[in-house]
T-cell receptor
Framework: DTEVTQTPKHLVMGMTNKKSLKCEQHMGHRAMYWYKQKAKKPPELMFVYSYEKLSINESVPSRFSPECPNSSLLNLHLHALQPEDSALYLC?????????????FGDGTRLSIL | GQQVMQIPQYQHVQEGEDFTTYCNSSTTLSNIQWYKQRPGGHPVFLIQLVKSGEVKKQKRLTFQFGEAKKNSSLHITATQTTDVGTYFCADPTGTASKLTFGTGTRLQVTL
């Protein structure tokens, strides 16, 4: 069982749609992350939130908009996505942001852009 | 930029055979983490190595960190079908937990 919950598990959307991915953790972790993973590739970091503040944006296009409403929740708002954005989107958390912290991943949202 | 390469990309073994994946970084690592991702699943943290030359064991899994802290390995003794998945090393760089994953090694185990 994963302690990081992501919804929805699957999402199909058109290029003009607006949708949101949600992530929740109740481990008291203060760092949360979004990753993108294409098939047969490693996860690639998109965003890092530390104490509800955005601390890293890995030059992600503005059609992806992250939000951290509180220490347990992380959202990823999607708008005007492209077919190449189809991928598995993974949320993760760690106790704090720092180099010695293991990250706990959710099951991911499998996103398909038509 | 910083790169973390793993070899082999893929290995297919018979159950009971041993397996090793190697992780090589272009830069010196402060520490290294290992994750396992089952098919259709998410990465799961296995272990972290911090010290030069460190060796840690978890049942049939043995993890090593190189003396120069630029490489690491994961060895599985007597593989089982439950070992199937992709094994990633990962470099947790700096103070912001920017985790850079290695290219991964996919392990297939058959009876």
């Amino acid at each position: 069982d994963t302690e990081v919950t992501q919804t929805p598990k699957h999402l199909v959307m058109g290029m003009t749609n607006k949708k949101s991915l949600k992530c929740e953790q109740h481990m008291g972790h203060r760092a949360m992350y979004w990753y993108k993973q294409k098939a047969k590739k490693p996860p690639e970091l998109m965003f890092v939130y530390s104490y509800e503040k955005l601390s890293i944006n890995e030059s992600v296009p503005s059609r992806f908009s992250p939000e951290c409403p509180n220490s347990s929740l992380l959202n990823l708002h999607l708008h005007a996505l492209q077919p190449e954005d189809s991928a598995l989107y993974l949320c993760a958390s760690s106790q704090v942001a720092g180099g010695n912290q293991p990250q706990h991943f959710g099951d991911g949202t499998r996103l398909s852009i038509l | 930029g910083q790169q973390v390469m793993q070899i082999p990309q893929y290995q297919h073994v018979q159950e009971g055979e041993d397996f090793t994946t190697y992780c090589n970084s272009s830069t010196t690592l402060s520490n290294i983490q290992w994750y396992k991702q089952r098919p259709g699943g998410h990465p799961v943290f296995l272990i972290q190595l911090v010290k030069s030359g460190e060796v840690k064991k978890q049942k049939r899994l043995t993890f090593q960190f190189g003396e120069a802290k630029k490489n690491s390995s994961l060895h599985i003794t007597a593989t089982q079908t439950t070992d199937v998945g992709t094994y990633f090393c990962a470099d947790p760089t700096g103070t912001a937990s920017k985790l850079t994953f290695g290219t991964g090694t996919r392990l297939q185990v058959t009876l």
